[in-house]
């Protein structure tokens, strides 16, 4: 089965960072890009940052552009979101999930129909 698990939200305040994980199994990591979303309450859900099967390209939406950093270690089957300098705009809860397409490209990556086997999402709340 196909499974990918979102973990490490919490409470930070303005300012703060946080790092978030995604873990993969039942398929082979390698070979897929891997998307970061987030949704807040009563809105839709918004794609963050993607990043590719090799890690050598990432892709970042316009208000997380400089602040957050994606990242994955194949070998443990796992990609992170380091969130820093954190607003509270960012609360929200968060979502990985795996690219379905061939390859994510600008214009494209953003859009939560192009990826699959979502998990429960973990949630961050940016406050004082």
């Known amino acids: 089965e196909v499974q990918l698990q979102a973990s490490g939200g919490g409470l930070v305040q303005p300012g703060g960072s946080l790092r978030l994980s995604c873990a993969a199994s039942g398929f082979s990591f390698r070979g897929y890009a891997i998307g970061w979303f987030r949704q807040a309450p009563g809105e839709g859900r918004e794609g963050v940052a993607c990043?590719?099967?090799?890690?050598?390209?990432?892709f970042y939406s316009a208000s997380v552009k400089g602040r957050f950093t994606v990242s994955r270690e194949n070998a443990k089957d796992t990609v992170y979101l380091q969130m820093n300098s954190l607003k509270p705009e960012d609360t929200a809860t968060y979502y990985c999930?795996?690219?379905?397409?061939?390859?994510?490209?600008?214009?494209?990556?953003?859009?939560?129909?192009?990826?699959?086997?979502w998990g429960q999402g973990t949630l961050v709340t940016v406050s004082s």
């Open positions: 990043i590719s099967s090799s890690g050598g390209r990432n």
């Open positions: 999930a795996r690219f379905s397409g061939s390859h994510p490209i600008t214009g494209t990556w953003a859009n939560p129909s192009q990826y699959e086997s």
